[in-house]
């Protein structure tokens, strides 16, 4: 089946950076969609792109759908601590609603 | 937003018994479900697709003789774990598809930790 590289795995970041992350697949999804986890928590809806190309921002988080709809990547400017958090990227591939996620990135702020 | 309503947020059971979550869109309708499995510090696994009003769509390796999961209605969905044992253990979480939006979205519950004596 489709597979999401999620990368970095974890990152570890003073507050007041910018963090960046990404997500490639060897094949096209036509949807790609962020989240966010905290601990015992469902997954929220960050960002949802739609259109190779697109860029899109929610506050401080950047997305953008990439032009060969392979990756996708996801900005945080100026991170707070309550930006801690697995984040997860999601491609989509048909209308059903289903989705591939990626293995998340772990995102610690320092204060 | 659209919220999707998951219970109970945490459960604990006794090796062998069954165990029923469940999951409500709680202001929109939803005709498809999904059920997913997270294992600690690891991604998403969907298990299966709910269809309201049909059979679940189980994924590949998801015993569903293991995984009952019913959708009655347009507003629930409901997985039980039968005859749970120690190896089922995990965090479940369902998402519910919000048609009204001119684009999908997927919404998903706050999730159901599940631990198996």
């Known amino acids: 089946g489709q597979q999401l590289n999620q990368s970095p795995q974890s990152m570890f970041i003073q507050e007041g950076e910018d963090v960046s992350m990404n997500c490639t697949s060897s094949s096209i999804f036509n949807t790609w969609l962020w989240y966010k986890q905290d601990p015992g928590e469902g997954p929220v809806l960050l960002i949802a792109?739609?259109?190779?190309?697109e860029l899109t921002s929610n506050g401080r988080l950047t997305a953008q759908f990439g032009i060969t709809r392979k990756d996708s990547f996801l900005n945080i400017s100026a991170s707070i601590p309550s930006d801690v958090g697995i984040y997860f990227c999601a491609g989509q591939n048909t209308n059903a609603g289903k989705s591939t996620f990626g293995d998340g990135t772990t995102l610690t702020v320092k204060p | 937003g659209a919220v999707v309503s998951q219970h109970p947020s945490r459960v604990i059971c006794k090796s062998g018994t069954s165990v029923k979550i469940e999951c409500r869109s709680l202001d929109f309708q939803a005709t498809t479900m999904f059920w997913y499995r997270q294992f600690p510090k690891q991604s998403l696994m969907l298990m299966a697709t709910s269809n309201e009003g049909s059979k679940a769509t189980y994924e590949q390796g998801v015993e569903k003789d293991k995984f009952l999961i019913n959708h009655a209605s347009l507003t629930l969905s409901t997985l039980t774990v039968t005859s749970a044992h120690p190896e089922d253990s995990s965090f479940y979480i369902c998402?519910?598809?919000?048609?009204?939006?001119?684009?999908?979205?997927?919404?998903f519950g706050s999730g159901t930790q599940l631990s198996v004596l």
């Open positions: 792109l739609y259109k190779a190309g």
């Open positions: 998402s519910a598809r919000d048609l009204r939006s001119k684009n999908e979205k997927l919404f």
